[in-house]
């Protein structure tokens, strides 16, 4: 029922836009503001990005897009992820609209491709941009749902490419999660597309309640239950609540920590151990929530054999949620979605017991399942007939199946190496399933209680909402190509430097260049403060500081010279010579034991200086002969005035070292006998009485006005700058001191602010630098020849797979020539396959004949591509993985679905239909790419490639290469069919089955 408020503000709505007007009249809920202020934005001619939480509602805005774009006679392409999304969102513009009206087009599925509205995967449109598709023309509206999948490593890129290259007149409606960057996020897209209204929305519609399950207890996470609030303001949604930490919990927490603290081991005789709660038992878990009303959950166990566990537990354990009439309708439904996978099938895949479950109400949901089997457990779930769902994280992303709780385990999860802690993003993102709009009232979190947990780790968790959305694009060849061809190699360079992954590496300079313009701007501060009146003061400063970098160099090149001459000196030292040690605790006389710089040594103190010059320790003879442990070390060894005897260093001659006389020191000498010593030290003292200490056998020490000589160069540069100071106007300026202290900060700065310049130039145009490097290896292997495409590299163009060059090298090398559809299929799945698990170091089962050679080749081009890649600092080529070679090859030469598994005992239904049609996915554009470039006369740019398989190749030509191991060489008794014609053939020969395997999806 309407209001007369309600009524009389559709009548203003109906005056002020009416197609918004007539759009909310299909829809029997008013509008969200968000929802309102989004499509006013749109209905006013501007993009837009809408960043609100699961479930709020974004659709509406992607669907005010088809409704304007249809109004105004002009296209909108929906795109999504995920094709199992493409395809609920054309059944439901279907259902709205007609099926003239709306398109699919999702690579699986090609529907009416030139309607007014198509729903089609991101990466069909990438596709048609590149290829310039005609179905382009009269484009007004492109909506990105789901589009912070532009963080994905793999498919991220693809978000990107469509963003930038779609023309200009496109309007871009993004829906994305809630990202703590949403506003960075739009800045960004109003840089590349314009006039972008950037709408965040925090509001859950639905509010989340947070729980921990600690034995039969289910505890509130926060105590603030809100009724009350400072200012009498209306209290705020419970997942914003956070106050404190429930003291209850923390209670529980002190009790298991003290457990585990006080007893250890067996409890005394007699006495009861008090118990730690138990790990949960999921049956009861699930009984609870079902007593509590807290049905339908999902909980996200994170591994798929802990799904399936998790529903048998609840079977053996008898648990059932159902009713018998719903039993009976879920029974039905089940049946009909499988009905076309043959019997001999469904016991393979264990159909049996899912369907036990799935009667109870009880189903796991995970990506190894069979498609058929986890879409019919959507559905059910949609429809409340399903229960209890455990599932991996993969259903948090893309699929719309939300619940009234959401069950989470536990707090840490295996990614493949080590169990890492769940983030804030994740747990958001799992939470954010908990409350169906419309039918839920409020939803609840479940985190299960685990020993040692932190309370205080899980409230962080769940009231730090939002993750950021980081570019995670990079340029692969196949990109290169394709933008190169379109718009040649500079402009793709600068659109690349358009990017979101650039805009944000700039971001990340950003600091350092508000910091550069800071300097600047204290920089023309400190120029203004030091303004004179009598000339030009920068232009003084700059002459002295010159002249005191001037004066620095020479003095410092005086100390080094000096320090050079005083380990010279040293090294000419000879026993017996009488010298001054002219500074330090050691100044005085003292007579040379042991020059002590050894040959070859460096000179002076041994670190740095040039290598030795020649000079040699006299070896025993010439002088005393002592230990060589007393040996070491650099300096000379003496004998003081004091009679100590001390290792001397280079540090204690700042002048060189000046010998006054020489004694001769007897050859029976011990520097460790107190009489030698004393008595060495007495003939030293009469030597020196009975010569005339200054005579002229001492050398004179070298003085500084010696190094100025050696230096002439320096010192007329230096007086010249002198001069040019006292003659400058702004010498004799009464000021002049005041001025040059701002002179000298104002240097200082320019330095520094050089310095950060060199640092940001360093982090610029990351992308673009990758993409030199991208078109260095293409341009190396011939697929870009400068600005030109050539045909190897249109060939390239169509391969999207993550091994693209490789696969488009494996084509130009004609490696997969000649083989039958079931070996094709098996050489290509090297390339779509990638195992879940590592290497368990087993060689892979392969068939025999052709396929062994075909993939070791492959496999040999492959390391080649991988050290250009080294040798080009690159790294986006994965080592192909034989895994699924024989899988692939039974599976299209007709072996039977158990058989296939059987042999494949890693492989599990899910992961097997996923294998298969990532393979045809490959195959698809092998075919595509072969037959588009071979169908088109030969590049005149380009001669002829021997190796080409476009090229039509003559057995008889010499310059193809005869290789007896190649097969290329053997032909097939049915004659040669073209690589396309066998790619085609090995589609057709895998799709069996496929189909009925995914029910829904294709
Ligand atoms: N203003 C509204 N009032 C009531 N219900 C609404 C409103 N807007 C949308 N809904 C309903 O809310 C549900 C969720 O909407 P929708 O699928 O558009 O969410 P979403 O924001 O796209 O979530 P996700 O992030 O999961 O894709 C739908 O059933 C939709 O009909
Ligand atoms: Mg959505």
């Not at 190749?953 to 193809?960: G, K, R």
């Amino acid at each position: 029922m309407t209001t007369p408020a309600d009524r009389y503000a559709a009548f203003r709505d109906r005056q002020s836009d009416p197609e918004l007007a007539a759009f909310r009249a299909l829809y029997d809920f008013a509008f969200d503001g968000f929802q309102l202020a989004a499509c006013g934005a749109l209905g006013a001619g501007q993009g837009v990005l809408v960043a609100a939480p699961t479930g709020s509602g974004k659709t509406v805005v992607g669907e005010y897009a088809v409704h304007l774009a249809l109004a105004q006679g002009r296209k909108c392409f929906y795109t999504t992820p995920i094709k199992a999304l493409s395809n609920q969102k054309y059944a439901d513009l279907v259902r709205r609209y007609d099926s003239r009206t709306v398109g699919l087009l999702t690579g699986d599925n090609a529907i009416n491709g030139d309607a007014p509205v198509v729903v089609m995967t991101t990466e069909v449109l990438r596709n048609m941009l590149y290829t310039g598709s005609l179905a382009l023309s009269g484009l007004g509206y492109v909506v990105l749902d789901e589009v912070h999948y532009l963080a994905d490593r793999a498919r991220g890129a693809v978000w990107e490419e469509v963003i930038i290259h779609l023309p200009e007149s496109v309007r871009v409606v993004a829906l994305s999660a809630t990202v703590s960057n949403a506003e960075e996020f739009g800045e960004w897209l109003d840089q590349v597309r314009g006039g972008t209204a950037v709408i965040v929305d925090e509001h859950r519609p639905v509010p989340l309640w947070q729980h921990v399950l600690a034995g039969h207890r289910l505890y509130d996470l926060f105590t603030d239950d809100g009724s009350v609030t400072p200012g009498g303001q209306p209290p705020e949604p419970p997942e914003r609540r956070h106050g404190s930490v429930n003291p209850e919990l923390l209670r529980v927490a002190q009790r298991d920590t003290w457990i585990e603290r006080k007893a250890p081991g067996r409890p005394a005789r007699g006495a009861r151990r008090p118990r730690r709660f138990p790990p949960a038992y999921r049956p009861d878990v699930i009984s609870r929530l079902d007593n509590g009303g807290l049905l339908p959950a999902i909980t996200f166990i994170f591994s798929r054999a802990g799904c399936d566990a998790a529903v048998a537990q609840c079977l053996d354990a008898g648990l059932r949620l159902t009713t018998p009439e719903e039993a009976e309708a879920i029974q039905r439904t089940a049946e009909l979605r499988t009905a076309d996978i043959p019997p001999e099938d469904l016991d393979v895949l264990g159909y049996g017991e899912w369907l036990d479950g799935l009667r109870r109400g009880i189903a796991a949901h995970h990506a190894g399942m069979l498609p058929a089997f986890k879409e019919v457990v959507e559905e059910l779930f949609a429809a409340g007939l399903v229960r209890a769902a455990s599932a991996t994280e993969t259903l948090a992303l893309g699929i719309n199946m939300p619940a009234r709780t959401v069950v989470i385990e536990k707090l840490d999860k295996w990614n493949g190496e080590t169990h890492a802690n769940l983030t804030a993003g994740e747990y958001t993102q799992l939470t954010g399933r908990a409350g169906r709009r419309g039918i839920d009232v409020e939803g609840h979190a479940v985190v299960l209680w685990q020993p040692g947990m932190d309370p205080g780790a899980v409230a962080g968790l769940a009231s730090t909402r939002t993750y950021p959305l980081n570019s995670s694009f990079r340029p692969s060849y196949n990109m290169a190509v394709n933008l190169t061809g379109w718009a040649g190699r500079a402009r793709a360079s600068a659109l690349l430097e358009s990017s979101f992954a650039q805009f944000q590496a700039d971001r990340g300079v950003v600091g350092l260049t508000r910091q550069v313009r800071k300097n600047h701007q204290a920089m023309d501060e400190l120029a203004k403060s030091m303004t004179c009146d009598q000339g030009d003061f920068t232009e003084y400063a700059r002459i002295r500081r010159t002249l005191t970098e001037r004066e620095g160099d020479l003095s410092r090149s005086r100390a080094s010279s000096r320090r050079a001459e005083a380990a010279r000196s040293l090294s000419q030292l000879r026993p017996g010579d009488i010298i001054r040690v002219p500074g330090g605790r050691r100044a005085g006389l003292a007579v040379v034991l042991q020059p002590g710089l050894h040959p070859g040594r460096a000179e002076g103190n041994g670190r740095g200086g040039r290598p030795g010059n020649g000079h040699k320790v006299p070896a025993g003879g010439g002088g005393p002969s002592f230990a060589p442990a007393e040996f070491s070390g650099p300096g000379p060894l003496v004998l003081t005035e004091g009679r100590q005897v001390k290792r001397l260093a280079v540090a204690d001659f700042p002048v060189p070292a000046e010998v006054i006389d020489k004694i001769r020191i007897p050859g029976s000498f011990s520097p460790r006998s107190p009489q030698h010593r004393r008595d060495l030290a007495t003939s030293m003292r009469n030597r020196l009485a009975s010569s005339d200490a200054d005579g002229g056998r001492s050398r004179r020490p070298t003085r500084a006005a010696d190094w100025e000589r050696n230096a002439p160069e320096m010192t007329g540069e230096i007086s010249d700058l002198r001069r040019q100071l006292r003659r400058h106007p702004c010498h004799g300026c009464p000021d002049r001191e005041n001025h040059a202290r701002y002179a000298e900060r104002y240097f200082r700065l320019a330095r520094e602010t050089e310095a950060l310049e060199r640092r940001v130039a360093g982090r610029s145009h990351v992308i673009a630098r990758t993409f030199d490097r991208v078109c260095r290896v293409l341009e190396r292997l011939g697929y870009l020849s400068g600005d030109t495409v050539t045909l190897d590299g249109r060939r390239l163009g169509r391969l999207y797979s993550e091994l693209d060059l490789l696969a488009a090298e494996c084509l130009r090398r004609g490696l997969w020539e000649g083989l039958t559809p079931a070996e094709l299929a098996a050489c290509v799945s090297a390339l779509s396959f990638e195992s879940r698990q590592a290497d368990d170091g087993q060689p892979p089962r392969l068939p025999n004949g052709r396929v062994s050679p075909a993939l070791s080749e492959t496999l040999r081009t492959w390391s080649e591509l991988d050290q250009l890649e080294k040798d080009n600092n690159l790294s986006f080529l994965r080592e192909p993985d034989l895994g699924f070679a024989w899988a692939a090859y039974r599976w299209a030469r007709g072996a039977k679905l158990e058989k296939v598994l059987a042999e494949a005992p890693t492989l599990t239904p899910g992961d097997f239909v996923r294998s298969v049609k990532q393979l045809i996915d490959l195959l698809d554009q092998i075919a595509s790419a072969t037959s588009a470039t071979s169908a088109q006369p030969a590049d005149p740019v380009q001669p002829a490639d021997p190796a080409d398989p476009a090229q039509p190749a003559d057995p008889a030509d010499p310059a193809q290469p005869a290789d007896p191991a190649d097969p290329m060489g053997s032909t097939d008794p049915g004659g040669p069919m073209s690589l396309a014609a066998t790619a085609r053939a090995a589609i057709d020969a895998m799709r069996r089955g496929v189909v009925a395997y995914s029910a829904v999806t294709d």
